[in-house]
């Protein structure tokens, strides 16, 4: 691996689809398909067979002297003004693991590189669209009508991309013949930062309960009101949120409340309607579980306590998903060779490589993020932690493919 070059090619990268606001590559637009078009250059430098699957996802095939091939790859897309790395870096290593291999001749299994298509959701709200579509859990008739800020339905504008959203889950024909997943990406927070370390293995990605709080109690007139006597429904939600704020640190998780809006909305009224926004995370699903009972129990006592009733609605969740104990065991010991230490932790944020594990064997590396912000254009990542990362993920894709040429990583029928 040369991390130089993966860095020249973030940079140019940065440089054709970047701006004063940060990166501009929301998928399903003309500075998605730019950002592609870089890609394709690189692509075009190396021995590889390039398709677009009937999901957007791109492939680039290397063949190799036994049968499958071990997919390397992330996602190009961006969010509206988002960071250089996010996404990209895992693309753009994955060139360079295909590059680097070419150089030393055929390898022993095959290489298949792919982008994602619209990782992010930016457009649209559905992430890991088509990750999502390659391993069949995307249920077109969820997303055909979603629409974006301008009214235009995510169907219709998938057509203008060959889309067909009904085909999309035809892209699982790719993973014929796969062996095993990686992906780098950045950690997008503040674990490694803190520890000091360049570079970690990841567990898995942990498992989401998202809900919409909502409390109804009585609007009433913000003068003519006793305290004791109303049913205020803001008042209910802070004393529930700041509850689940404690469920989080109980369990050893995140508990988010993302948003809360009261009506009417005005200075002269109690509000007899709010709705809280929940996020809960946590890798594992025993703890997850609780978090939410827990979660639901204290919105329960905050509306009993303020007069008020609670309704938790369901937006959507997915369960913690586990990387592959023999991958992470190759990526710990390709960090400690690159300099840096055996942490393995866990991912806050989902990923396409999620998707991949429920189906083929899976790791992901992190590097660090300083400052440990992400989707946004101050993200950043030290230069020698960049170049660690990046030696660890050529020394985890080396074992990988060594391990499937012995026979050890079959290839998927």
Partial sequence: MNPDRVLEDLRELARLTGGPDGARRVCWTGEWTKAREFLLSRLGELPVEVKVDPAGNLWAGMSGEGEGFVIVGSHVDSVPAGGWLDGALGVFTAVEALRSHAEKGTPPV????????????????RSLFGSSSCAGTLDPDEVRDLRDRDGERLEDVLARYDVELDRAHESG???????????LHIEQGPVLESKGEPAATVLGTCG??????????????????????????????????????????RHD???????????????????????????????????????????????????ADHGCAVELNHLWSIPPIPFDDRL????????????????????????????MARLIPT?????????????????????????VAIEAYGGTVKAMVESAAAGDLPPRE
């Fill in 110 to 125: 095959g290489l298949r590189l792919v982008d994602w298509a619209d990782e992010e959701g930016a457009r649209f709200g």
């Fill in 173 to 183: 024909a790719e993973l014929s013949g796969a062996r095993a997943y990686i992906e």
């Fill in 208 to 249: 989401v309960e998202r809900h919409l709080a909502v409390f109804t109690g009585q609007t009433a007139h913000a003068g003519a009101t006793p305290m004791r006597l109303r049913r205020d429904t803001f008042m209910a939600t802070s004393q529930a949120a700041l509850a689940i704020r404690d469920v989080g640190f």
């Fill in 253 to 303: 998780g995140v508990c988010t409340v993302g948003g809360a809006t009261s009506e009417p909305g005005v200075v002269t009224a109690v509000p007899g309607r709010t709705e809280m926004l929940l996020d809960q995370r946590h890798l594992d699903p025993d703890a997850l579980a609780a978090m939410l009972a827990e979660a639901r129990e204290a919105c329960e006592k905050a509306a």
């Fill in 328 to 355: 992470i065991g190759f990526a710990k010991q390709a960090v400690v060779d690159a300099g840096g230490k055996d942490t393995a932790i866990p991912s806050g944020p989902l990923h396409d490589a999620a998707e």
């Fill in 363 to 387: 790791v992901m590396i992190f590097s660090s993020s300083s400052p440990p912000v992400s989707h946004t254009k101050e993200e950043d990542t030290p230069e020698a932690d960049l170049r």
